[in-house]
């Protein structure tokens, strides 16, 4: 468990520096008319840091390793599409963050306090969040509750367990799966492949797009 623990660590330091987008979507958008913005992991200074919830649950919570937002709709219909990473240690906690984000009835909830809503983007971009989303005409005294619209999860695997899933498992439609190096190798979010990869979340992805054909 210790080894676990440190890894987790160490992806989530990793994961510290990326982009305020997934990379590879920068060009490559959910569907959504909005900005990216990375939400978890924050700096260790970052007041409380976004989570996922179900409607009515104040207790079970899910804070992803890794969370980006995508804001889209307008103040009055506002929502997020997300993509999210998760590293797993062992097949029982893979199944355990699957069932988290497993297709259901019930809408998830993307929760951003008032507090967060008011820190800068980033180091490099002072502008407060709340403005940076294009929701909000006023400075927010409540915490922002938003409907998830559109679910990418992509989880991350010691090599044993990811061969072997890779081998025997079929993914949901909004499941990714990776060799935790990916996350954690020396290019980092850089790494083409791993752009690539991450840019075959796009539901764009799932459109023909061909130069020179029309829809006729």
Not at 92 to 112: I, T, Y
Not at 165 to 185: K, M, N, R, T
Request: aromatic share 10%; net charge positive; proline share 11%.
């Amino acid at each position: 468990m210790a080894g676990f623990t440190s890894m987790d660590a160490l992806v989530r330091q990793k994961l510290r520096t990326w982009p305020q987008h997934p990379p590879g979507l920068a060009d490559h958008d959910m569907g959504a008319s909005g900005a990216w913005i990375r939400a978890r992991p924050g700096t260790p200074e970052d007041p409380d840091q976004p989570h996922l919830k179900l409607p009515g649950s104040n207790r079970l919570r899910t804070n992803p390793d890794g969370l980006w937002f995508r804001f889209g709709g307008t103040e009055a219909d506002p929502y997020v599409d997300i993509f999210a990473i998760e590293a797993c240690g062992s097949y029982q906690n893979l199944l355990d963050k699957r069932s988290r984000f497993a297709p259901s009835m019930h809408s998830m909830l993307a929760v951003c306090s008032a507090n967060w809503l008011m820190q800068p983007v980033s180091m490099a971009n002072p502008m407060p969040r709340w403005r940076y989303t294009g929701l909000l005409r006023r400075a927010p005294v409540a915490p922002l509750v938003l409907p998830v619209r559109d679910i990418r999860v992509m989880y991350a695997l010691p090599p044993r367990h990811y061969a072997g899933f890779a081998a025997s498992q079929i993914p949901h439609a909004h499941e990714f799966f990776a060799p935790i190096g990916a996350l954690i190798g020396p290019e980092g979010w850089q790494h083409p492949h791993l752009r690539a990869f991450i840019a075959r979340t796009s539901t764009r992805a799932n459109f023909f797009d061909y130069p020179g054909v029309s829809a006729a």
